[in-house]
């Protein structure tokens, strides 16, 4: 078992995701920010969050079918809850979420998943290049 902490990546901007394995536009998500990956190099780090039902087994999967190197990491509702604050006025919790956090740690955006010209038009780019200035 290995731990995470989002302190781990300081000096990189942080792209985190919080997705499930078998929503369609996570899986746009994902391909978005893999080629992010290849265009920014070591300047960014890529995590991402998925809760039950998802399994190691469907994650595993999940990589392979769309040739993913990214880190994915399991929650029981504690991460996503603190990040997407859902409460009885708004109980649902909608995937893809995108945060975008700078080199000191700092959350400087968040996209819900009716951000698509972020996460299919190419708008991704412009956004990590700000914090990279």
């Known amino acids: 078992m290995e731990f995470h902490d989002l302190a781990d990546y300081r000096g990189k901007v942080v792209l985190l995701e919080i997705m499930l394995t078998k929503c369609p536009n ?15 190099g070591d300047r960014i780090a890529v995590v991402s969050i998925v809760n039950p039902p998802d399994t190691r087994a469907a994650v595993t999967a999940f990589k392979k079918d769309n040739n993913l190197s990214g880190t994915i990491l399991f929650d029981c509702g504690q991460a996503v809850g603190s990040y997407l604050l859902p409460n009885p006025e708004r109980p649902r919790i909608h995937v893809p979420h995108l945060f975008l956090i700078d080199s000191n740690g700092m959350i400087r955006n968040d996209f819900d998943h009716t951000s698509t010209t972020i996460f299919e038009a190419g708008g991704l780019d412009g956004e990590i290049d700000k914090l990279l200035q």
């Open 26 to 40: 996570c899986q746009k998500l994902a391909q978005t920010l893999e080629k992010a990956k290849e265009k920014y």
